[in-house]
């Protein structure tokens, strides 16, 4: 049995595989950029675009990996409408997943795994990265929004390690 977890981002979506022996098979990072200047196009159309791209991106680590379940972290906070917007595609692309392909989907917010993971509600990325690397073998990239974004989502691995009753009968 195979988890995806995932750092749901418009910009830089982190996830990783986890294998049924907590061990990550593969990470990474979905990056897309706005290209609506350069490509001519409206917000609009843009949006849909890095929409399908994220979209195309994960389904395929869905159908390789065979995928059975699908951690994220719950996306929070805007400090603007174009933040809000961006929010509520990423929501609506984890959870179209998980219903189109029938993958159960848990979600955690980003301070219950800072409070799990640390102890504390309050941590900077780099602390994140350093209690995941002594926690699992993450092939760090040392390209920062890639390791901050895959540490993220491994922190959302962990919470549910700690939390998630589905996922405790999914492993037995």
């Known amino acids: 049995m195979n988890i ?6 418009f910009t830089a979506w982190g996830w ?9 098979i593969d990470c990474g ?4 950029a706005p290209e609506q200047k350069k490509r001519r196009i409206r917000a609009s159309d843009d949006r849909e675009r890095r929409s399908i791209e994220i979209t195309t991106k994960l389904i395929k ?13 719950s996306p929070h906070g805007s400090q ?10 990423v929501t609506g692309i984890i959870t179209a997943i998980s219903c189109c392909m029938e993958i159960p989907i848990e979600t955690y917010s980003e301070q219950d ?3 799990v993971l640390l102890g504390k509600k309050a941590a900077t990325k780099d602390d994140i990265i ?5 926690l699992y ?26 939390q998630s009753s589905m996922l405790k009968i999914l492993r037995k």
């Open 137 to 162: 073998d993450v092939e760090w990239t040392d390209i920062k929004y890639i390791d901050e974004s895959v540490a993220d989502a491994m922190a959302i691995y962990n919470v549910a390690l700690q």
């Open 16 to 24: 990783a595989v986890i294998d049924k022996d907590n061990k990550i």
């Open 61 to 73: 680590l869905i159908q390789k990996y065979d995928i059975s379940f699908i951690i994220s972290e």
């Open 113 to 115: 795994a800072k409070k």
């Open 4 to 9: 995806l977890t995932n750092d749901p981002s």
């Open 80 to 89: 603007n409408a174009r933040a809000a917007i961006m929010i509520g595609i």
């Open 130 to 134: 350093e209690a995941i690397d002594r």
């Open 29 to 32: 990072c979905i990056k897309t």
